[in-house]
């Protein structure tokens, strides 16, 4: 059974955007707790979550000054700024408004209660005293539907465009989180390294990877081998490795996957000539940017074979 | 007895379920006894779990307002309309005769025009109307059907009698809520369905296939063909129905973009497997909007080359573009005409009474009796334009005397009929309320008609207006057998 090309468009990014709001909510959540940790002129500044997002240009063209409460409010409940919780989820439900017919029946319902909620919510969130609450109900929600979909969706066209459209926005988020964690931290006055345990311990957490981290790693917690682990660990599911080898599978279920194939075994091999202890932050910056434009590209790639074929 | 039943009266109006002397109906008898053994609060909580019911099933139709689209649930009724499937049969084989004629009518104006030759009809009414389109011209679709999927408008008047009130050939909508509604009553009125044997309705979407199927080019190599039922999109307020169908046929639902013509006049629509070839495709928009070469050129909904394609016998398209030149209240008129002519048939169910006003006596008639007649223009649909008579002020009879003698050609006019009534469950209240009848007729190789089709119901008292978007309802439509 053949799908129509719009319709794989549509799945994609409805999995594009709940991966979104999911990893965004995560990242606001971890550094909210964070924040209580430090002491002023120890932490990040709320702007490093801009940065990670590459959102800053955006920010300032609204926002005037970068405090706490605006760039929660942009983060949230801006339904301005793609990046949001707020934008992505409402953009999630447009796309399942019109693919209903091929996923299971509750997926039209859960993702338009989570739409519910958080445009009734979001907006009363951004003060420090919902905010929690608030995050963890768009975390949790967002993780049933990924289940739903996990456990009750055919391995079939819809299955594997699903899959894509998480992996690759969670390879984006996921690289993100470690450029910004490795520069800020390895940069910055030595005076306040002993607070970078807790930075780290801190996106590990966004990245759902702390457990993980401890089991297969250890207790300690040093940056090198964070960012080692979220790109290359093979057994945790939201490490870069193990994206990489699941968009690889979905992939190769699809016709005329050469271009794609070709793309992700590029990425796989020059994630394992990475070796993070042994290069300066720069490298690693530079390493990173140039896995962004590969990740980009694949986008490209996976839209111009199959969403807009031949015209 | 429940007493809100012994107070009802529907006077001076034909009733679908209660005699004028107060009792049922023979074939709403037992509908009607197990209604009155409800209490107040049973009605209520029948009606609650028909809501719940609705949200959960998704049922919606979209209203486009100023804070952007928004789904409506369904507006629905639960005491069903009874018809004895004696009476619906003699209707039901009148419908089938209609479609036939008004099938052999459009395929004689695209080719050889005997009607016209012959003097049955004026040329110009036709040929000059907007909904002849001249690029259909020479066109003969397979059986001599242009028009596979017709919803005409049936009302009955004081005597009982079903009338055609308008023949809709274009894209006709509704019938996704006829299946709904049903489904609904099984959901919450179940005991209903011990005394009865009521026609099943559910089956529309294999019958539509079937139809569809039927006009297949590939028919021979392909067993099972393509077809695609053809959206303007989520924005549509029948998007809800367009997709219903879509999955009730296992077709794929697409939008303008997702098909092309090749060089080869071939339709195809893209796919993550490269492009596919369409057999059928089932329009659900206008056809003004369907093909920017040959119609429209600001259409961003069509197709670029799809009328091309049709032309070359490469792809069926249902309804035929070009079906709406018998959609034309004028030509209206003129169906009994037509079925004496094609088929040498007498009509076996009624159009009402029409008067042109493009001919003087008929034009005479009219302004000396605007307060009496109901008064619309001859190509619109869906309610717009239309003058009611006796509810009109003399302002607006004047306007309209004055429109009428300016362009004759575009207005008729016909005797206002007392629309018969049902009761309604309203506001814990058993009222009377006006309703009409949407019936659906099939027609390919063979013909099929639903058994009933969609009840649509004024909710607002003493209103004749049935539109869901403007306060409208519905009810579940029954077509009941033998004695109950």
Not at chain 1, 57 to 64: A, K, L
Not at chain 2, 442 to 461: F, I
Request: hydrophobic share 40%.
């Amino acid at each position: 059974m053949t799908m129509l090309s719009r319709v794989a468009d549509r799945l994609y990014w409805k999995s594009r955007y709940l991966e979104r709001a999911e990893d965004t909510a995560r990242l606001v959540s971890s550094y909210h707790m964070l924040i209580m940790d430090i002491p002023r002129g120890a932490d990040l500044g709320w702007e490093v979550l801009l940065r990670i997002l590459d959102a800053e240009p955006q920010f300032y063209s609204r926002y005037r000054v970068a405090s706490e409460q605006n760039i929660v409010k942009f983060l949230v409940a801006d339904t301005d700024n793609p990046g949001s919780v707020a934008y992505a989820v409402r953009a999630a439900r447009e796309n399942v408004r019109t693919t209903r017919d091929v996923l299971p029946e509750e997926t039209w319902e859960q993702v338009n209660e989570l739409h519910l909620f958080v445009r009734e919510a979001a907006e009363k969130s951004i003060g420090r005293r919902n905010r929690l609450a608030f995050l963890n109900e768009v975390i949790s929600h967002s993780q049933m539907i990924s289940g739903l979909l996990q456990t009750t969706l055919s391995r079939d066209h819809a299955y594997r465009f699903t899959l894509l459209g998480h992996l690759i926005e969670r390879c984006d988020m996921t690289t993100r989180v470690v450029d910004v964690g490795v520069m800020e931290l390895m940069e910055r006055d030595a005076r306040f390294a002993v607070f970078d345990p807790l930075i780290w311990s801190s996106l590990l957490q966004s990245l759902s990877a702390l457990g993980a981290y401890r089991r297969v790693v250890g207790p300690l917690l040093e940056g090198g081998s964070v960012a080692e682990f979220v790109l290359k660990d093979r057994e945790h599911p939201r490490s870069v490795v193990y994206c990489l080898r699941g968009m690889r599978d979905a992939v190769k279920g699809l016709a005329r996957n050469e271009d794609a194939l070709r793309q992700i075994e590029r990425m796989r091999r020059k994630l394992s000539r990475l070796h993070v202890e042994q290069i300066s932050p720069d490298e690693f910056h530079g390493f990173i940017d140039n896995f962004q434009l590969l990740i980009n590209e694949l986008h490209e790639i996976v839209s111009d074979t199959w969403f807009r074929p031949e015209t | 007895m429940n007493s809100k039943w012994a107070n009802y009266q529907a006077e001076g109006f034909y009733d679908e379920l209660i005699t004028d002397k107060g009792s049922p109906r023979m074939a709403a008898r037992a509908a009607v006894n197990l209604f009155q053994q409800l209490s107040a609060d049973d009605m209520s909580a029948r009606r609650e779990a028909a809501e719940l019911a609705i949200r959960e099933m998704g049922i919606s139709f979209t209203v486009y307002t100023e804070g952007g689209n928004i789904d409506r649930a369904w507006p629905f009724d639960i005491i069903p309309r009874v018809i004895s499937s004696k009476q619906w049969q003699s209707v039901s084989r009148g419908l089938i005769q209609r479609s036939k004629a008004l099938n052999c009518f459009i395929d004689d104006i695209y080719n050889k025009q005997r009607i016209l030759a012959d003097g049955i009809l004026p040329a110009d009414i036709v040929l000059e109307s907007t909904n002849y389109k001249p690029q259909c011209k020479g066109m003969s679709p397979r059986y001599g059907v242009w028009a596979h999927i017709c919803g005409s408008d049936l009302v009955r008047d004081l005597d009982g009698k079903f009338y055609v009130l308008e023949d809709n050939l274009r894209v006709p909508s509704g019938v996704s809520y006829m299946v709904e509604n049903r489904e609904i009553t099984k959901r919450v009125l179940p005991e209903l369905f011990e005394n009865y044997s009521i026609l099943p309705v559910d089956d529309y979407p294999s019958q539509l296939y079937r139809t569809l199927a039927s006009l297949s080019p590939r028919a021979r190599e392909r067993k099972r063909p393509c077809i695609v039922v053809l959206t303007p999109g989520i924005y549509n307020s029948a998007y809800f129905e367009h997709a219903f169908l879509a999955h009730g046929m296992g077709a794929e639902l697409v939008e303008g973009p997702d098909l092309m013509v090749g060089d080869d006049d071939c339709v195809y629509m893209r796919t993550v497997d490269g492009p596919m070839r369409v057999d059928v495709i089932y329009r659900r928009i206008d056809e003004d909007f369907m093909d920017p070469e040959a119609f429209r050129e600001d259409s961003v909904l069509g197709v670029a080359g799809l009328m091309r394609a049709w032309k070359a016998g490469k792809v069926a398209i249902a309804n035929a573009p070009g079906s709406g030149v018998a959609d034309d209240k004028v030509v209206y008129a003129y169906v009994p005409e037509m079925i004496r002519y094609y088929l040498g048939e007498k009509p076996l169910v009624d159009s009402v009474p029409t008067y042109l006003c493009m001919n003087e006596k008929d034009r005479e008639y009219v302004l000396a009796n605007l307060d009496k007649l109901v008064v619309k223009p001859a190509n619109e649909s869906g309610g717009y334009g239309i003058m009611v008579g006796p509810h009109a002020s003399a302002a607006t009879r004047r306007k309209f005397a004055g429109l009428i003698e300016k362009n004759p050609r575009n207005y008729i006019a016909q005797p206002t009929l007392s629309l018969s009534t049902a009761p309604t469950y309203c506001d814990g209240e058993i009222e009377p309320r006006h309703l009409d009848l949407r019936p659906f007729i099939l027609q390919g190789k063979d013909s099929w008609v639903t058994p009933g089709g969609l009840t649509r119901v004024a909710l607002v008292k003493g209103s004749l207006v049935v539109n869901s978007s403007q306060g409208g309802g519905s009810k579940d439509t029954w077509i009941v057998e033998g004695k109950s």
